[in-house]
C-alpha cells in the first residue's frame, strides 16, 4: 500500500481526493498548506506527492523544492492555469509531472500508477564519461565514488535514450515511453527535463556532449 | 440632389460661385470699359466737329466754291463724312453719304450741338450737328464706330473665355480642396470598416489639435477604446467565470468519481442515479472547459503552439485519441492522399476539431462514420462523413453558430452536445487559416470536410 | 440657394447678350451742353459779310459771260439761283424762268445734284440746255463742281451736264 502526500488548499478538491486514492488503496497524508504538507513530509517520506501549485503565497514551489531536494520521489504539481512561465518554473523546481485542473479523476490516478511503476530493469550498466550508469540498481556515480542523484523521471529518460542506441528519439515517443502520455503530451514536459538532466550529468551543460539536440526531430544520447 | 455626393456638391458650389463671381467682375470690366472708350471716342469725334464746323464757317462765309473739296478732305483725315445744309442745299464731300442717313430729327434746324449714335446697316454711327448761325449752315459729321465694335467684340470675347477658364479652375479647386477636406471622412470610413471586421488595434491619426479634424479622430478613438475595454470585460467575466465554475466542477467530479468506486455498495435506485450524475458532470465540465476556450479565441489570449507535422499521422492519432477519450465507436479511416503532406497546427487543438466532429457525427448521424483524407487545392482535406438526415442547405452556415440547436436537436431533445462543439470547430479552424465546409456525404448524411493550408516539411 | 443660381446666371447672360450691338445707341438725339462748345462756333452774330459772285448770262449773239454781283452770306444754291432769274444785268438774257422751285441741292464732291419741284420747264429742248449750261457755269465758278444733274420733280426728268473748262 503506497503512501501519498497531498498538498491542496481547498477543502473539497482535498477531501475529494482523500476520498479517492483511499479508495484505491492508497495511504493518504493530506495537508493543507506547504507548512503542514513539509511537516507531514519529515515525520513520513511517501512514495509518491502531489502539489497544488496555486497554494496561498506561493508556497506550492517551496514544498516542491524542499521535497526535491530531500529524495527522488516522483512529485506531480497541479494548477488551474497552464500559463508556460507557472508550469516550467514548477518543473525546474523539481516537479516530474504537471496536470491542469481541473483534471479527470480517473487520468490522475493513471498518473500516479504510471509514476509509481518499477524502475525498468534488464538494462546493461553503460559509462557516461566519467560517471557509471546502473539501471538495475538505478544509481548514477562518479569516478570518485559521489553518487548523483536523478530523480525516477530523469533517470527513465536517460536510460530510455541510452537504448536508442544513438538513434534519435522525438519528444512524442519520450512522452510515450517515460510519462506514458498519448499523441497529445506537452512537449515542455520533455525539454525542461532534458535541461535538468543535462545539468546534472554533462561535464559542462552549456555545451553538451551525450545528451544532443536535433533540431525538428527531437534528442539523442551520444556515449 | 440629395443622392449627388457631398464632394459633387461641394465641388459644384465651388464652380457656381467661381462662374458668378468671375461673371460679375466681368460684367463690371466689360461695362466700364465700354463707357470709358465710347465716351472718349464721342468727345474726340466732339472736338473733331467743333475744329471742322470752324473751317466749314469760314469756307462758306469766303470760299464757298472751296467747300466741297474742304469735306473731302476733312473726310479722308477723319475717317468721317461730313455734310453741311445751307438752306436746302447739301454740300458733301466725295465719301459716300447721303443726307438721307441723316435722321430725320437732325435735319430740323436747332441752336444746339446734338449728337447720337445710330445703327445703319449693324454698323453704330456716331452723328453729331453744329449748327453755325452765323452763316445760316449746319455742319454734320458721321462717323463709324466699327472699330469700337471690334474692340469691345475683342474685349468681350477675352472676357467671357476668361469667366469660362476662372469656372473650370474653381471646380478643380474645389475638386482638389474638398478631397483634402473630406479625407478625413474617407479615413474614418475605412478605419470603421477595419474595426467592423475586426481590426481592434486601428486609431486615427490626429490632425492638428482643437481642429473638427481632431475632434472626429478623438471621438472615433475613444469609441474604439470603449469598445475594446467592452470586449475585454465581456471576454474576461466569461473566462472568469469558467475559472471560478472549475474548482466547484472539480469537486463535483471527484465526488462522483468516489460514488462510482463504492457503486456496488449502492441500492440499483442510486446506481441509476450515479450514472445520470456522471454523465451530466462530465458533460457540465466539457461545456465551461468549452466556454473558457472560446472565450480565450474571443479575447485572443489563446495562446497556439503550431507546429509542421505529417497530416496523415496527425489525423490518425486525433481519431485514435479521440475515440479512446470519449468511448467511441471505431471509426474506419481512409487516405487518398498520394504522398505525405504536412500542414502547421497547435496539435491539441486539431485533436478538439477532430473528436469535436465525430462525436457530432455519432450524436446526430445515423450510427456510422467514416473519415477520409483527401488532396486539395493548395491543401489536404478531412471529411467526416455520417449516414444520418444530413444538415438542410439553409441551415449549413447556421450550425457554426454558438449554441445554435438546428430542428434536429431540438426535436430529438438531445441535450449531450454543449452547443459549441462546432463553434469551436470553427474558431479553431479559422486560426490554422483553414475552411470549413458542409456538403452532402456519399453515406447519404451529413459531410463535413476541414481545409488545412499544406506547408513544406522542416518549414515553420 | 440652388434654385436661384440658374435664373440668376440666365439673366447675367442675358444682359450680357442685350450689348449685342456692342456700342450702346441712344434712342434720341442727345443734345451737347453749350458750356462745353467753344464759344464763338455757335454765335449767332450773323457777319453781314457780302461775297463776290460769278454770274453768267447769255450775251445777243448767245454766248455765255460772266458778270461779278456781290450777295449776302450765306451762299446758297438757291441764292444764286434767284440772282440768275432775277438780277439780269442789262444787255444779257438768262435762260432760267423765273419761278424757280428748288427743293434741294446736293453738291458732292465735283458733282451737284439740284431737284426743283416747280417752275422748271423743260419742254425747249434749246431752252433747257441754255438752262443748264448757265447753271453749270455759274455753279463751277462758285463751288468748284464740274458735273450738274437736274432732276424735275414735275416731269420726273433729269439732265445732266458737264461744266465747260473755263
Known sequence: ?223 | ?460 | MKRLRTPALGLLSALLLSACTLVPTDPSPRVVDSADVPSGLLNGAESKQSATVSLWFFDSQGRLVMRSARIQAPLTISALLSQLALRVPRGLSTALPPKLVMSRAVIRGGEATVVFTAGFQSGDAVTTRATMQQMVATLRDNYGISVLNVTDAATDRTFTIDAPTP
Open chain 1, 1 to 223: 500500500m503506497a503512501r501519498i502526500l497531498i498538498i491542496e488548499d481547498d477543502d473539497r478538491i482535498r477531501t475529494a481526493l482523500r476520498l479517492m486514492f483511499e479508495g484505491e488503496s492508497f495511504i493518504v497524508d493530506a495537508a493543507a498548506s506547504a507548512e503542514d504538507g513539509i511537516a507531514m513530509f519529515n515525520r513520513q517520506t511517501p512514495a509518491i506527492a502531489i502539489i497544488d501549485l496555486m497554494l496561498p503565497g506561493a508556497n506550492g514551489f517551496e514544498a516542491c523544492r524542499h521535497i526535491r531536494s530531500t529524495c527522488d520521489i516522483p512529485v506531480i504539481i497541479v494548477s488551474a492555469r497552464d500559463d508556460t512561465a507557472d508550469v516550467v518554473e514548477g518543473l525546474e523546481a523539481g516537479a516530474d509531472d504537471y496536470v491542469k485542473k481541473p483534471f479527470v479523476p480517473r487520468e490522475l490516478l493513471a498518473r500516479v500508477r504510471a509514476h509509481l511503476r518499477r524502475r525498468p530493469t534488464g538494462r546493461a550498466a553503460f559509462a557516461l564519461g566519467e560517471l557509471r550508469v546502473t539501471p538495475e540498481e538505478g544509481t548514477v556515480v562518479r569516478s570518485d565514488g559521489t553518487e548523483i542523484h536523478l530523480t525516477a523521471t530523469e533517470f527513465k529518460l536517460l536510460t530510455e535514450l541510452a537504448g536508442a542506441n544513438g538513434r534519435v528519439l522525438s519528444r512524442e515517443h519520450l512522452l510515450e515511453h517515460v510519462w506514458g502520455y498519448d499523441y497529445f503530451g506537452d512537449g515542455r514536459l520533455v525539454d525542461v527535463h532534458m535541461r535538468r538532466l543535462r545539468a546534472k550529468v554533462e561535464p559542462e551543460s552549456a555545451t553538451p556532449t551525450f545528451i544532443l539536440t536535433v533540431r525538428g526531430q527531437g534528442y539523442k544520447l551520444v556515449l
Open chain 2, 1 to 460: 440632389m440629395a443622392t449627388r455626393s457631398l464632394r459633387g456638391r461641394l465641388t459644384w458650389t465651388f464652380a457656381v460661385g467661381a462662374a458668378v463671381l468671375s461673371t460679375i467682375f466681368a460684367g463690371l470690366t466689360y461695362f466700364g470699359v465700354r463707357h470709358i472708350i465710347v465716351v472718349s471716342r464721342q468727345a474726340s469725334d466732339l472736338q473733331q466737329a467743333y475744329v471742322n464746323a470752324a473751317l466749314v464757317r469760314s469756307a462758306v462765309a469766303q470760299e464757298p466754291a472751296s467747300l466741297s473739296s474742304l469735306l473731302t478732305s476733312l473726310d479722308a483725315a477723319t475717317t468721317s463724312s461730313s455734310l453741311v445744309r445751307l438752306g436746302s442745299t447739301w454740300i458733301e464731300g466725295t465719301t459716300v453719304a447721303d443726307p438721307e442717313t441723316i435722321p430725320a430729327t437732325f435735319r430740323v434746324a436747332g441752336t444746339e450741338v446734338i449728337r447720337q449714335v445710330v445703327i445703319e446697316n449693324n454698323v453704330p454711327v456716331l452723328i453729331i450737328a453744329v449748327p453755325l448761325p452765323a452763316v445760316r449752315a449746319t455742319y454734320f459729321q458721321r462717323r463709324e464706330l466699327a472699330d469700337l465694335n471690334g474692340t469691345l467684340n475683342r474685349l468681350l470675347g477675352i472676357l467671357v473665355l476668361g469667366t469660362l477658364f476662372t469656372s473650370g479652375l474653381g471646380a478643380y479647386a474645389g475638386r482638389r480642396t474638398t478631397r483634402r477636406a473630406l479625407a478625413p471622412l474617407a479615413d474614418t470610413a475605412h478605419a470603421a470598416r477595419l474595426v467592423a471586421e475586426g481590426d481592434l488595434t486601428v486609431r486615427l491619426a490626429s490632425d492638428a489639435p482643437h481642429s473638427e479634424v481632431a475632434t472626429l479622430s478623438a471621438a472615433f478613438n475613444e469609441m474604439v477604446d470603449q469598445l475594446v475595454r467592452r470586449l475585454d470585460r465581456d471576454a474576461r467575466f466569461a473566462s472568469d467565470v469558467s475559472h471560478e465554475l472549475r474548482s466547484p466542477l472539480t469537486t463535483l467530479a471527484m465526488s462522483a468519481e468516489v460514488l462510482r468506486l463504492h457503486e456496488g455498495d449502492l441500492h440499483p435506485d442510486a446506481r441509476e442515479a450515479l450514472a445520470l450524475l456522471t454523465t451530466d458532470v462530465a458533460t457540465f465540465q466539457s461545456l465551461v472547459e468549452d466556454l473558457l476556450d472560446i472565450a480565450k479565441a474571443d479575447a485572443g489570449t489563446d495562446a497556439l503552439f503550431n507546429e509542421v507535422l505529417p497530416f496523415n499521422e496527425l489525423v490518425n492519432q486525433c481519431v485514435l485519441s479521440a475515440t479512446r477519450r470519449h468511448q467511441l465507436p471505431t471509426t474506419s479511416l481512409r487516405s487518398e492522399l498520394p504522398r505525405e503532406y504536412y500542414v502547421s497546427v497547435d496539435r491539441r487543438r486539431f485533436e478538439r476539431v477532430i473528436t469535436n466532429l465525430l462525436e457530432n457525427a455519432y450524436r446526430y448521424g445515423g450510427g456510422r462514420v467514416t473519415v477520409t483524407m483527401l488532396p486539395s487545392n493548395g491543401g489536404v482535406e478531412v471529411a467526416v462523413d455520417d449516414n444520418g438526415p444530413g444538415i438542410a442547405p439553409d441551415e449549413r452556415e447556421r450550425v457554426f453558430e454558438r449554441f445554435y440547436r438546428g430542428d434536429l436537436a431540438s426535436r430529438r431533445g438531445n441535450a449531450h452536445g454543449t452547443g459549441l462543439g462546432l463553434a469551436l470547430v470553427s474558431e479553431h479552424v479559422k486560426r490554422f487559416a483553414g475552411r470549413v465546409t458542409i456538403t452532402d456525404s456519399p453515406l447519404g448524411g451529413c459531410r463535413m470536410v476541414v481545409w488545412l493550408p499544406t506547408v513544406e516539411e522542416g518549414g515553420e
